[in-house]
């Protein structure tokens, strides 16, 4: 019975006009000249304007931004179609200004509506706007396409990020068993191979031919211990050519820390080991030219000392035969000998020293590595008349390896002696000083023996570079440098003036050496 | 992927049907447009919408304007409007738009009426009634068109190849029907009735 009365009650009631005033839109009735008929609760709210002060007004003069032409084509579209045109929310925006004020809605000052135009009465040519408020849906939208487009700024930055580490870093990834899960191009690129030929191939077996033993196992031993381990190794490529790779090995997890498999990052140090290598065969000439010319010296160095021992030899023969030999000539000339023997030895003892293999460094006063270097000169220079000045404090010390050190000065002192050979004049000297600053040592070695071209100058340090005219292996000033700046750590220039030419060697203090 | 298949008898009828429905349109948009157009005789396919996918692949337009409406009722599904940027440029100057706003909601408009009056009136022959959701637009790369997973909900396609000719330009569009199996059956049984009637 309840019910019967209620549904009689709806009936004798307008429940339309009821449920329009409540409705959560704004309702306008125009016509196709766009007078206003109707204008609901919802509007009058929003707008704040009454419909009594607006009925019969033209809606595109109450509200100026509305586009009269635009709004008559849907309205008579509307109406010959006899389905609803739309304004979106999307596209034009609003159609009634209406401001808002919510504070979690910063992009815009105007709500955003849908609008459906919908024929409303086909003989009086009038339609129905309904308007519905859109800002909440239109600002997530905004905020969600925003978020989209930083995805996907994100994602083309990831993508072009894996191109390059796929172009650049050699890689490749196995999974618990050893199998290749994945190859960089860098990896195949280098290798000459087919990703194809080898996704899925046991790593340790495509590496059988290559790989010592002692490695394997240790590489195995780290993968049992989940360990990352740096390690060399030569590669073949498809070409048969090795390849030189430092490699890494790191474990791989997943999103669930789970044990995957593992990445192999490598460098190809091809090159470098190749670099190294010729280094290292450069210093060995470099020490072979270097016994030659010191033999060269020690020949120098003996004539006077071996003339003396003759000449004392002679003088006592000659007494003994004139029989005047008396015992205190022969007591000083044994003395005599022995002092120079002495010598003679002690200048093969250097040569010896020299060329001995030794790597640990030495603290030594300043004084002595010009004294062991000029050892093997004095006597040239004496010949050759060039003025030796040392400037050299007797307590300065300096923490090095002697012997390349001491290469090093003799390299660059027997230039010096070189150069005057070549160019000799009446006041030739060669100058040496050494001081210290809070950091470093500083050798300096200065000659007046006519200078070198800028041009030249550019060139010296370049390895089988060479001005001699004889006898010039080009190697010196390339190996003093080597010497100096990769295992003393310290720096070797010069420089050219006039007719002098000072060569500078700074030294750290506080030397590590490798 | 859908097996309900149209007869060469059902498709016959459905020719028909679109083509009165087509005539109606042609009268509207050109009402809407305030000049005198004509559309061609369209030419109506039906076709899976995986064939359409890679129909659309084919397409070698740098970019279009897609905008779909989808409608609600015993013949239920999406329509979805193509029209190229040089269309739509002619759509512009003809109603001498002057915002890229203006020429979008244009584009919506002219989905609605191709679209709307295409369908209700095909509806209106079948005896039945359809509502329309608000249009939406995008202007989308031909080839992302296949990452759009709505399309793929849809297991037949009408596609109606439409030519706007005006006194001095042309407007090219595409119009695709985009229905589920259940609207399919519905429609083919309504076809079978129109046929019986025929008989």
């Not at chain 2, 596609?159 to 199996?181: A, S």
Request: hydrophobic share 40%.
């Amino acid at each position: 019975m309840a019910e019967k009365s209620t549904q009689q009650y709806l009936r004798s009631n307008d429940v339309n006009e009821k449920l329009i005033a409540s409705i959560d839109n704004g309702i306008i009735i125009l016509d196709e000249e766009l007078s206003i008929f109707y204008y609901n609760k919802w509007l009058e709210i929003h707008t704040q304007l009454k419909e009594v002060d607006v009925l019969n007004h033209k809606i595109d003069e109450v509200f100026t931004n509305i586009n009269g032409k635009t709004l008559k084509r849907k309205i008579k579209t509307a109406l010959r179609m006899e389905t609803p045109t739309f304004y979106t929310a999307t596209i034009t925006k609003y159609l009634l200004p209406i401001k808002i004020n919510q504070l979690k809605i910063s992009g815009f000052k105007h709500m955003r509506q849908d609008v459906s135009v919908i024929p409303f009465d086909k003989e009086k040519r009038l339609v129905a706007l309904i308007i519905t408020d859109q800002t909440n849906v239109t600002n997530t939208n905004n905020l969600l396409q925003s978020n989209i487009k930083k995805v996907q700024d994100l994602n083309n930055e990831l993508i072009k990020e894996r191109e390059t580490i796929d172009e650049r870093v050699i890689l490749l990834k196995i999974d618990t068993n050893n199998l290749i899960t994945q190859t960089s191009r860098a990896y195949t690129d280098l290798l000459g191979f087919d990703k194809e030929s080898i996704i899925n191939n046991d790593y340790f077996y495509l590496e059988r031919l290559q790989m010592p033993v002692a490695l394997k196992e240790e590489i195995q031993k780290h993968q049992r211990e989940k360990k990352v381990l740096k390690f060399e190794k030569v590669s073949l490529t498809s070409e048969g050519k090795e390849i030189c790779l430092l490699s890494t090995l790191v474990p791989q997890y997943n999103q669930s820390a789970q044990h995957i498999g593992f990445i192999i990052f490598s460098e190809n140090i091809t090159n470098a080991k190749l670099l190294q290598e010729h280094q290292e065969k450069l210093l060995r000439n470099s020490r072979a030219s270097a016994m030659g010319e010191m033999i060269s010296m020690i020949a120098h160095q003996w004539r006077q000392p071996l003339s003396v021992i003759n000449t004392i030899i002679a003088t006592l023969k000659i007494k003994k035969e004139l029989d005047i030999l008396e015992d205190h000539l022969i007591t000083s000339s044994y003395n005599r000998i022995e002092e120079t023997v002495s010598f003679l030895s002690e200048t093969i003892d250097d040569f010896r020293n020299f060329f001995k293999e030794n790597k640990e460094l030495k603290r030594v006063p300043m004084h002595i590595i010009f004294e062991k270097s000029n050892n093997l000169l004095r006597s040239e220079m004496e010949i050759y008349s060039i003025l030796y000045e040392e400037d050299i404090d007797e307590k300065l010390l300096i923490t090095t390896l002697q012997n390349e050190l001491v290469q090093t000065i003799i390299n660059i002192l027997k230039n010096s002696v070189d150069a005057f050979k070549e160019n000799p004049h009446d006041a030739q000297k060669l100058t040496v000083k050494s001081y210290e600053s809070q950091t470093c040592i500083t050798i300096e070695i200065e000659d007046n023996a006519g200078g070198i071209p800028k041009d030249i100058l550019q060139k010296v340090f370049e390895p089988y570079f060479s001005t001699k005219s004889k006898n010039g292996t080009g190697l010196g000033l390339y190996v003093c440098k080597t010497i100096i700046e990769e295992h003393l750590k310290g720096q070797l220039t010069m420089r050219s003036r006039d007719n002098k030419t000072k060569t500078i060697i700074e030294l750290p203090k506080n030397v590590v050496v490798s | 992927m859908s097996n309900i298949t149209l007869t060469e008898d059902e498709k016959d009828v459905l020719q028909e049907l679109m083509n009165v429905a087509y005539g109606n349109a042609t009268a509207i948009v050109a009402d809407m447009l305030d000049a005198f157009a004509s559309l061609s005789i369209p030419n109506i396919k039906i076709m899976q919408t995986a064939e359409l996918l890679n129909e659309l692949h084919d397409l070698k337009g740098d970019s279009y304007f897609f905008s779909t409406q989808a409608f609600a009722g015993e013949f239920s599904g999406e329509s979805a409007f193509f029209i190229d940027n040089e269309s739509a440029q002619n759509l512009a100057l003809h109603l001498e738009l002057e915002t890229d706003e203006d020429l979008q909601d244009a584009i919506l408009e002219l989905t609605n009426v191709l679209t709307s009056s295409l369908t209700t009136r095909l509806a209106k022959e079948m005896n039945t009634e359809v509502k329309f959701s608000l249009p939406s637009i995008s202007k989308i790369p031909l080839n992302e068109m296949d990452q759009n997973d709505s399309f793929k909900e849809y297991s037949q396609v009408i596609v109606i190849d439409t030519q706007l000719n005006f006194e001095d330009q042309k407007i090219n569009g595409e119009i695709f029907i985009l229905t589920k199996d259940g609207s399919i059956e519905w429609l083919k049984n309504q076809l079978n009735n129109i046929l019986e009637a025929m008989m």
